[in-house]
């Protein structure tokens, strides 16, 4: 049986959904996946055991220049090539105008998506052949993806043990192992103070103090800190030089920030891709959530730790607030370091 997944972007949407490759393989003997994925995250699934055919698109180009000859060319080269994997399965896990059209270039009869409550763009309905309703417990992102894809083979995700994965190359591998080699012999912890909306983020203050009651309580830690721009990677710089047991990373690759996540022992983080990736690779996190919900957005599992804002307009969903200042202090240092410690003790 050939299926297809549609997942084509964000990178934290294609790393919530890829349990849905081992619950497949579990759950039908012998079945082949492939997946649709935007050009820009393809190293997040090349080179993956579980996947058959690996088909890349630019949708970005898709919404930019919707009439370009180059873009009316990848359609048409799309549509030829789904087409000649006739397909038993399409499952719809983005929601959006583009995904729907792309299960449409299929031909497949049956193309499996969320309903309307669900779906990023009401124009996806148009495309979908099922709607698939979610139950009271599937609020995170992962579990919304294993209802879907579960619907004709009737069997509960929840009952089984599922991992995700990303493959790394030895180049990447290597370079993380020479890193890690350079350092004490205690625990590693990785810090990214980094995300994409103000509201998701922390205090410089609050980080700091994190970390020193970090190099506290674990005999020999040492903490990395990861950035992606330059104004994370000055407030790197400054945590590093109050706390002499932090050190900055340079710049990662996707496959050596992955590579370098599969062997240390701990991610904190706010609502960001690098927590999302360790979980996906098994390594513990524990990660704050304001602006988002915690229960929907954050990895779930017994090694893996959640704090939620308690301020009452929490779960927002809004990047820029008024009350930015007021809620990052609800984020409090020993409900991190509380976490920390129920998962290694001190």
Not at 208 to 225: K, N, P, W
Not at 265 to 283: C, F, Q
């Amino acid at each position: 049986m050939r299926l297809l997944i549609i997942q084509t972007a964000p990178l934290g949407g294609i790393l919530s959904a890829l349990p849905v490759l081992d619950y497949l393989h579990q759950a039908v003997p012998e079945v082949e996946i492939d997946w649709v994925v935007d050009e820009e995250y393809r190293e997040v699934l090349e080179g993956n055991p579980l996947l058959g055919t690996l088909h890349t698109v630019k949708t970005g180009d898709w919404r930019k220049l919707p009439r370009a000859i180059s873009v009316v060319r990848e359609i048409g080269q799309l549509k030829e090539a789904l087409l000649g994997r006739e397909y038993r399965f399409v499952f719809d896990l983005e929601g959006s105008f583009n995904s729907g059209l792309i299960g449409r270039l299929t031909g497949a009869q049956d193309r499996i998506g969320f309903e309307k409550s669900e779906v990023a763009d009401k124009g996806n309905l148009f495309f979908s052949m099922r709607r698939v309703p979610l139950r009271r417990q599937d609020v995170n992102d992962t579990h919304k993806c294993l209802r879907l894809v579960s619907i004709p083979f009737a069997k509960d995700y929840r009952s089984m043990e599922l991992s995700g994965g990303i493959v790394t190359g030895p180049a990447d591998d290597l370079a993380a192992e020479a890193l890690l080699a350079t350092l004490s012999d205690g625990l590693v912890f990785l810090f990214d103070c980094g995300a994409d909306w103000k509201t998701k983020l922390w205090s410089e203050q609050g980080w700091s103090e994190l970390a020193r009651q970090v190099v506290d309580s674990f005999s020999e830690v040492t903490i990395l800190l990861s950035w992606v721009t330059e104004e994370e990677r000055e407030l790197a710089t400054r945590l590093a030089k109050s706390v002499t047991a932090a050190r900055v990373l340079d710049r990662q690759s996707l496959k050596g920030m992955a590579a370098l996540l599969k062997k240390v022992d701990l991610v904190v983080g706010a609502d960001n891709d690098t927590v999302k990736m360790a979980a996906a690779l098994g390594t513990p996190t524990v990660s704050f959530y304001r602006a988002t919900d915690g229960k929907r957005r954050g990895p779930c599992g017994e090694h893996h730790v959640v704090v939620q804002s308690p301020i009452h307009c929490a779960r927002c969903l809004r990047a820029q607030c008024d009350k930015d200042s007021q809620c990052r202090g609800t984020i409090k240092t020993e409900a991190l370091l509380a976490g920390i410690r129920s998962l290694f003790g001190s």
